[in-house]
């Protein structure tokens, strides 16, 4: 799979919105966004001998709105909620997958 990047980046009502590099556009509820985040906090952490660590924590996220991001290097996006999380880094890769309905 070829490696798409955001060109642009904005807020439209309460929804993120995302056009790639190929054209294509992504639109995500902040609820989904906060719920599906990659942080060690919501998804937790493995040990070297598989122990999970954190992520049992509530997965939904009613009202939550995303004030701000930012990208990170190359790779990923970073959002900050209204809840104060703003630890997870959104891989392009990672957002792709994550609108997409299949």
Do not use: C
């Not at 955001?6 to 902040?30: C, H, K, M, N, T």
Request: without cysteine.
């Amino acid at each position: 799979m070829a490696m798409y990047l955001p060109v642009d980046v904005q807020l439209i009502g309460d929804e993120v919105a995302v056009r790639w590099s190929d054209g294509a556009e992504s639109y995500f509820q902040p609820e989904r966004l906060r719920s599906a985040s990659p942080s060690a906090e919501t998804q937790g952490e493995r040990d070297v001998l598989g122990n999970q660590y954190g992520g049992g924590g509530s997965r939904k996220f009613p009202g939550v709105r995303v004030l701000s991001w930012e990208q990170v290097g190359n790779y990923a996006l970073r959002f900050e909620f209204s809840d104060g999380h703003r630890t997870g880094l959104y891989s392009f890769d990672y957002l792709r997958k994550l609108n997409d309905p299949t």
